[in-house]
Nanobody, 117 residues
Framework: VQLVESGGGTVQPGGSLRLSCAAS????????ISWVRQAPGKGLEWVSS????????YYADSVKGRFTISRDNAKNTVYLQMNSLKSEDTARYYC???????????RGQGTQVTVSS
């Protein structure tokens, strides 16, 4: 499994960013893709997950209502639309081949998101 994240950057509080995760190498059509993040000096935090089929998705309470996870199976890409960004969202964001609430799944190199005025 290979996972490549992109789309990070620096944005002001209240701004938006969309992260992308290009996924490849899955041997089954049934899998989860999750986003986790790691803020400076802190451990990994699970953010959101989406299943490869159907409409199942989950969000951490800290991002619910502000972030939206979606996928484009034709492009093998999962997106994380992040709106109303706060300074506490500053972190390196990783996509993982992990189930909901799990931070130990295989992950990519990550993309940095900085929310600062």
């Amino acid at each position: 499994v290979q996972l490549v994240e992109s789309g990070g950057g620096t944005v002001q509080p209240g701004g938006s960013l969309r992260l992308s995760c290009a996924a490849s190498g899955f041997t089954s059509e049934n899998y989860w893709i999750s986003w986790v993040r790691q803020a400076p000096g802190k451990g990994l935090e699970w953010v959101s997950s989406i299943y490869s089929l159907g409409s199942l998705s989950y969000y951490a309470d800290s991002v619910k209502g502000r972030f939206t996870i979606s996928r484009d199976n034709a492009k093998n890409t999962v997106y994380l639309q992040m709106n109303s960004l706060k300074s506490e969202d500053t972190a390196r964001y990783y996509c993982t081949a992990g189930i909901p609430y799990d931070v130990t799944g295989r992950r990519g190199q990550g993309t940095q998101v900085t929310v600062s005025s």
